[in-house]
């Protein structure tokens, strides 16, 4: 029984590393129509722990676990127009934007 248990570990940890090393679909900043394009400090799925460490607080219930989110998220102005449109960290086009800037749902990596 603790074979079975210790091989599942290993196959779930291997998936967990292959999918953290798939590229995301990007899609181009002009594609964005849910509103601003968001700079996040990171992007992570909803059943991360620290994605789940907001979302619990804030009563927010995803029903796909596996949603991109935003955390620490501030939105850039249009790309190409002055020095707002930079972004350091990771920009995104999210459906959600509605929590402060805490968390954004919904994202989908863009290129600027």
Do not use: W
Not at 24 to 47: D, F, M, Y
Not at 65 to 90: F, Q, R, Y
């Amino acid at each position: 029984m603790i074979l079975r248990a210790s091989k599942s570990l290993a196959v779930s940890t291997a998936l967990f590393f292959l999918a953290a090393a798939i590229p995301l679909p990007t899609e181009p900043a002009s594609g964005c129509n849910t509103g601003p394009i968001q700079c996040c400090q990171s992007v992570e799925s909803a059943s991360s722990p620290s994605a789940a460490a907001i979302l619990g607080p804030l009563g927010v219930v995803l029903q796909d676990v596996n949603v991109l989110v935003g955390l620490t998220c501030s939105p850039i102005t249009v790309v190409g127009v002055g020095s707002g449109s930079e972004c350091s960290a990771s920009p995104v086009c999210c459906q959600d934007n509605s929590y402060g800037g805490l968390i954004s749902i919904g994202c989908v990596p863009v290129t600027l």
